[in-house]
């Protein structure tokens, strides 16, 4: 009897509910005209951004494409006559792209990152693939200040061995045998 009791009770507290919503007036977005303001950390479309200078920052490391679970991630290193290394292409496949922002956390450079940009549907799935001229901006995205080459250490147009930011100069390797 009182299993009957609580399904009844159970059922009345349901239609009850129902009941309630009923009356209300109904909470409608409409989409195109009103877009809910996201969060500030939400990621969407990926972009490739520039140093301060101008300059790509994509030293092709391939670390992101390794870091992607999905694989949606290829590109092919090349080196300037400056010493810089840089990406002769890069490729997103967005229809693959899960959005997990390992990418981004990869990338040593600050090159990749992710937008709160969401709406890329195509009826067409070869429209989502992305080519390095479609990725690239003409900004530094969310690191203002950071350019990979003042700290690398590497011998280029912004400096040589020991001449970089915080870098100490070159240890003479047979100075140091006994």
């Known amino acids: 009897m009182a299993e009957a009791f609580e ?24 989409y195109p005209e009103y877009k809910r303001p996201l969060p500030e950390r939400t990621r969407a479309r990926i972009i490739l951004t520039r140093d301060p200078d101008g300059n790509e920052r994509c030293v092709a490391c391939y670390l992101c494409s390794a870091a992607c679970p999905v694989s949606c991630i ?51 799935i070869l429209k989502l693939v992305y080519e390095k001229e479609d990725l690239l901006v003409d900004h530094s995205g969310k690191d203002k200040e950071y350019c990979f080459y003042k700290y690398a250490g590497i011998a280029t147009d912004v400096g040589g061995k020991g001449e970089h930011y915080k870098e100490n100069k070159p240890v003479n390797i047979k100075s140091n045998m006994p």
């Open 7 to 30: 399904a009844l009770k159970a059922l009345a507290t349901g239609f009850a509910t129902t009941f309630v919503h009923l009356f209300r007036k109904p909470i409608t977005e409409e």
């Open 74 to 124: 290829s590109m092919q290193s090349e080196k300037k006559e400056n010493g810089r290394r840089y990406a002769a292409w890069f490729r997103i496949n967005f229809a693959r792209c899960i959005y997990c922002g390992l990418c981004e956390e990869a990338c040593p450079t600050s090159a990749i990152q992710l937008t709160p940009h969401f709406e890329t549907c195509e009826r067409d």
